[in-house]
């Protein structure tokens, strides 16, 4: 069984940091492209950062170009998504998800595979 579990959500004031984790099991990250996307309320699901299957090369939406980093620990099998100067327009849902697709189709979400059930971020004072 396939399971994505992310953590690290919670509240952050407007400037500050948080680091996301998504520990995968039942498969190995290095053989899919994984994924971070977010959904705000009211809003559609977007695209936050990829990384290759051989991890490495990286992909960065616009929002998140230059503050969010993402990278990948083998040996645990978990990705993270370190976030930086957040913005309140940083609040959203956030979404590991696991995908077999080519990597021209990276952030297409309805090609992702495998999701996890989200981890909530709030940027606020």
């Known amino acids: 069984q396939v399971q994505l579990v992310e953590s690290g959500g919670g509240l952050v004031q407007p400037g500050g940091s948080l680091k996301l984790s998504c520990a995968v099991t039942?498969?190995?990250?290095?053989?899919?492209?994984m994924g971070w996307f977010r959904q705000a309320p009211g809003k559609e699901r977007e695209f936050v950062s990829a990384t290759n299957r051989g991890g490495g090369t990286l992909d960065y939406g616009e929002s998140a170009k230059d503050r969010f980093t993402m990278s990948r620990d083998g040996a645990k099998n978990t990705v993270y998504l370190q976030m930086n100067s957040v913005k309140p327009e940083d609040t959203a849902v956030y979404y590991c998800?696991?995908?077999?697709?080519?990597?021209?189709?990276?952030?297409?979400?309805?090609?992702?595979?495998?999701w996890g059930q989200g981890a909530p971020v709030t940027v606020s004072t």
């Open positions: 998800g696991a995908s077999n697709s080519p990597w021209g189709l990276r952030r297409k979400d309805s090609l992702v595979k495998y």
């Open positions: 039942g498969v190995r990250i290095y053989d899919y492209i």
